[in-house]
C-alpha cells in the first residue's frame, strides 16, 4: 500500500544502516523520498543511489510531510522536540532503542499528536550507508508508539512499504521487552568473547568453531551507542542480567553437587533452550499469515493488539473513519 499523502514526501535525517536501508527501500518502490545526512561521503553515496538530496536538516524537515529521525540515540530527544517546532504539519517517527525518554518529552498537545516513536527490530553490527540493507526489513517488527490515531496509521502505512509488519507497543512494554531482546544481547556477546581468563585466550580463539563465532557476532558493534542506551534503560537491562544470573547460578549449583541426578538443572536449561529456539522461529521467521480486521477507530484498539502478540498490515480508514487492515497472530 503507498503512502497516504497525495503530494507528501518521506525525509530521512541520517542515513546510515536504518536511514539509509529505508531510504533505498522507499526508493526502489518508486515513493517520494529524500534524506540528509551530516556526513558529505553519506551525501555523495546517496546521490549515486538517485537518491534526492536536502540542502540541510532544517530543508529536510520543512520540506517533507513525514519525517524520520534515524539518528544516534542519545540525540533523538533534542531533535525530536527541534522539528516538531520548526514544521507545523510534518508527522515525526523514531528509529531509537529505548521509548522513555521520548514520551517523557514536554511537548504541546499539537506536537505530541505529530510524534510516532519508533523502532525497526532489524539492526546490525554493522554501521554506516555501506551497510544499508533495503531487504533488512523485509518480515521484521516494527514497533511503534504512537499518541494520535492519524499519524499512527500514517507511519504505519509507510512500514508496509519496507515489507516490515507493525506492532503497536506503549513506550514500558517496549523497553521492557527490548532489554531481553536486544539489550543485554550486546552485554552477553561482549562478555562472552572475553570470558577466557588471558592465558587461555589465544588457544580459545584456536579451539573455537561456530558456536563462539555465532554468539558472539553483535560484539563487533560499536561500544559507544550502547552507553546511552545503557543508561536509559538501566533498570529493565539490570532486570535482565539479575534473571539471566539467577539461571546460571542453577547450572553452578547443579555442576557442584553432580551425583547420579544426571545434571537435571542443566538439562532443564538446555532442553527449555531448544524449545524456545523454536518457538522464536515460529513467531519471528514463519511466513506470517494475515486476516482482515476491523479496528474501530480508537487508538486503544491498536495498543491491545500490541498486548496480544498481534502484528499488523495495511491499515487504513473506510467511511466513518473507521480503521480497518489485517492482522497476523503468530503462533
Same mark, same amino acid.
Given at each position: 500500500?503507498?503512502?497516504?499523502f497525495?503530494?507528501?514526501?518521506?525525509?530521512?535525517?541520517?542515513?546510515?544502516?536504518i536511514?539509509?536501508? %529505508?531510504?533505498?527501500?522507499?526508493?526502489?518502490?518508486?515513493?517520494?523520498?529524500?534524506?540528509y545526512?551530516?556526513?558529505?561521503?553519506t551525501?555523495?553515496?546517496?546521490? &549515486?543511489?538517485g537518491?534526492?538530496?536536502a540542502?540541510?536538516?532544517d530543508?529536510l524537515?520543512l520540506?517533507?510531510s513525514m !519525517?524520520?529521525l534515524a539518528v544516534?540515540?542519545?540525540?533523538?530527544?533534542? !531533535?525530536?522536540?527541534?522539528?516538531?517546532?520548526?514544521?507545523?504539519?510534518?508527522v515525526?517517527?523514531?528509529?531509537?532503542?529505548?521509548? *522513555?525518554? %521520548?514520551?517523557?518529552?514536554?511537548?504541546?498537545?499539537?506536537h505530541?499528536?505529530?510524534?510516532?516513536?519508533g523502532?525497526?527490530m532489524c539492526?546490525?553490527?554493522?554501521?554506516g550507508?555501506a551497510?544499508?540493507?533495503?531487504?533488512? $526489513?523485509?518480515g521484521?517488527t516494527?514497533?511503534?508508539?504512537p $499518541?494520535?490515531?492519524h *499519524?499512527?496509521?500514517?507511519? =504505519?502505512?509507510?512500514v508496509?512499504?519496507?515489507g516490515?509488519?507493525t506492532? $503497536?507497543?506503549?513506550?514500558?512494554?517496549?523497553?521492557?521487552?527490548?532489554?531481553?531482546? =536486544?539489550h543485554i544481547?550486546?552485554?552477553v556477546?561482549?562478555?562472552?568473547?572475553?570470558?577466557?581468563?588471558?592465558?587461555?585466550r589465544?588457544?580459545?580463539?584456536?579451539?573455537?568453531?561456530?558456536?563462539?563465532?555465532?554468539m558472539?557476532r553483535?560484539?563487533?558493534?560499536?561500544?559507544?551507542p550502547?552507553? =546511552?542506551i545503557? @543508561?536509559? /534503560? @538501566? /533498570? /529493565?537491562i539490570?532486570q535482565?542480567v539479575?534473571? !539471566?544470573?539467577v539461571?546460571?547460578?542453577?547450572?553452578?549449583e547443579?555442576?557442584? &553437587?553432580v551425583d547420579?541426578?544426571?545434571?537435571?538443572?542443566?538439562?532443564?536449561?538446555?532442553?527449555?533452550?531448544q524449545?524456545?529456539?523454536?518457538?522464536l522461529?515460529?513467531r519471528?521467521?514463519?511466513?506470517a499469515?494475515?486476516v482482515?480486521l476491523q +479496528?474501530? *477507530?480508537?487508538?486503544?484498539?491498536?495498543y491491545?493488539?500490541? @498486548?496480544d502478540?498481534?502484528? +499488523?498490515?495495511s491499515?487504513?480508514?473506510?467511511?466513518?473513519?473507521?480503521?480497518?487492515?489485517?492482522g497476523c497472530?503468530?503462533?
Open positions: 500500500m503507498g503512502l497516504p497525495d503530494e507528501g514526501r518521506v525525509g530521512v535525517l541520517g542515513c546510515g544502516i536511514g539509509g536501508g %529505508l531510504l533505498k527501500a522507499l526508493h526502489a518502490k518508486g515513493l517520494h523520498c529524500w534524506g545526512d551530516a556526513d558529505p561521503d551525501m555523495r553515496a546517496l546521490a &549515486r543511489e537518491i534526492e538530496l540542502t540541510s536538516a530543508d524537515i520540506g517533507s !519525517l524520520v544516534p540515540h542519545e540525540q533523538m530527544p533534542a !531533535l525530536v522536540q527541534y522539528a516538531l517546532a520548526l514544521s507545523d504539519t510534518a515525526v517517527t523514531t528509529t531509537g532503542p529505548v521509548f *522513555a525518554p %521520548l514520551e517523557a518529552l514536554p511537548l504541546p498537545d499539537d505530541r499528536a505529530r510524534l510516532v516513536i523502532h525497526p539492526g546490525s553490527e554493522q554501521a550507508f551497510a544499508a540493507d533495503p531487504q533488512i $526489513f523485509h521484521a516494527w514497533v511503534l508508539c $499518541f494520535a490515531l *499519524a499512527a496509521v500514517h507511519v =504505519s502505512q509507510m508496509d512499504d519496507t516490515a509488519y506492532l $503497536f507497543l506503549d513506550a514500558r512494554s517496549h523497553d521492557e521487552s527490548t532489554a531481553y531482546a =536486544s544481547t550486546h552485554l556477546s561482549a562478555a562472552l568473547i572475553q570470558l577466557a581468563p588471558p592465558h587461555l589465544m588457544r580459545t580463539m584456536l579451539t573455537s568453531g561456530g558456536g563462539l563465532r555465532d558472539t553483535i560484539a563487533d558493534g560499536a561500544p559507544e550502547w552507553i =546511552s545503557a @543508561r536509559d /534503560n @538501566r /533498570n /529493565n539490570r535482565a539479575d534473571d !539471566l544470573l539461571m546460571l547460578d542453577r547450572v553452578a547443579d555442576l557442584e &553437587r547420579l541426578d544426571g545434571l537435571a538443572d542443566v538439562h532443564t536449561l538446555l532442553a527449555e533452550g524449545r524456545a529456539r523454536a518457538a522461529h515460529r519471528r521467521w514463519s511466513e499469515q494475515f482482515p +479496528l474501530g *477507530a480508537d487508538l486503544s484498539e491498536l491491545r493488539r500490541g @498486548r502478540g498481534m502484528l +499488523l498490515r491499515l487504513h480508514f473506510e467511511r466513518d473513519d473507521e480503521l480497518v487492515g489485517e497472530q503468530p503462533a
